[in-house]
């Protein structure tokens, strides 16, 4: 079992930037992938990011590439989602996810991952 937790949401103006942590306890002796989703009121989760366990690849949604970097430092059991250039429309809360599969071509669906945090608020004022 794998415990997620996201800190560093908040509330930022348009054009702000805000950086979100995602820190993993327990097994973390294995290995794992990770993703970013997001979920606005009244909306179905999206993918914005992920990261897969050990070349680095990452992989953005259309709507934050160039914009949102996502990084990983496995020393620190620990993902983040720097996320520039901050947009109304990016309210959301933000939920960072393990897959088990560290090469998984099916990074963007929900369904894929095995452990999700608790979630983050994210409000950008415009």
């Known amino acids: 079992q794998v415990q997620l937790v996201e800190s560093g949401g908040g509330l930022v103006q348009a054009g702000g930037s805000l950086r979100l942590s995602c820190a993993a306890s327990g097994r973390t002796g294995s290995s794992y992938a990770m993703g970013w989703f997001r979920q606005a009121p009244g909306k179905e989760r999206e993918f914005v990011a992920a990261i897969n366990w050990s070349r680095g690849s990452t992989y953005y949604a259309d709507s934050v590439k160039g914009r949102f970097t996502c990084s990983r430092d496995n020393t620190k059991n620990t993902v983040y989602l720097q996320m520039n250039s901050l947009k109304p429309e990016d309210t959301a809360v933000y939920y960072c996810?393990?897959?088990?599969?560290?090469?998984?071509?099916?990074?963007?669906?929900?369904?894929?991952?095995?452990?999700w945090g608790q979630g983050t608020q994210v409000t950008v004022s415009s």
């Open positions: 996810a393990a897959d088990r599969n560290l090469y998984s071509v099916r990074y963007y669906l929900t369904e894929e991952y095995d452990y």
